[in-house]
């Protein structure tokens, strides 16, 4: 069975950090694409970050050189870490995993960020 589970939300201020964990089972870990959407009340769902099966990252410009993603291949799990974050990054966060036109969702963390 394909799980993706997401955790690590939670409250911080401006200018506070976080560290969200996207941990996968079910699937071969490195042959998906592995990244994070956001959805902040009333607006559309935002791509936050990825990183491919062979490392290649991708990063919003709205989160560019705040956002960093790692991941640790043994334990099938990714990273997002959050830097600087700002009331706009206030979202829930989904972690997803994709390959070709298959794609799995973990289920959502919320990350708010109080001014």
């Known amino acids: 069975e394909v799980q993706l589970q997401a955790s690590g939300g939670g409250l911080v201020q401006t200018g506070g950090s976080l560290r969200l964990s996207c941990s996968a089972s079910?699937?071969?870990?490195?042959?998906?694409?592995i990244g994070w959407f956001r959805q902040a009340p009333g607006k559309e769902r935002e791509g936050v970050s990825c990183?491919?099966?062979?490392?290649?990252?991708y990063y919003a410009d709205s989160v560019e050189g705040r956002f960093t993603m790692s991941s640790d291949n043994a334990k099938n799990t990714v990273y997002l870490h959050m830097n600087s974050l700002k009331p706009e990054d206030t979202a829930v966060y989904y972690c997803?995993?994709?390959?070709?036109?298959?794609?799995?969702w973990g289920q959502g963390t919320q990350v708010t960020v109080s001014s």
């Open positions: 997803y995993a994709r390959k070709g036109l298959r794609t799995y």
């Open positions: 990183v491919s099966g062979i490392g290649d990252t």
């Open positions: 079910g699937f071969t870990f490195t042959d998906y694409s």
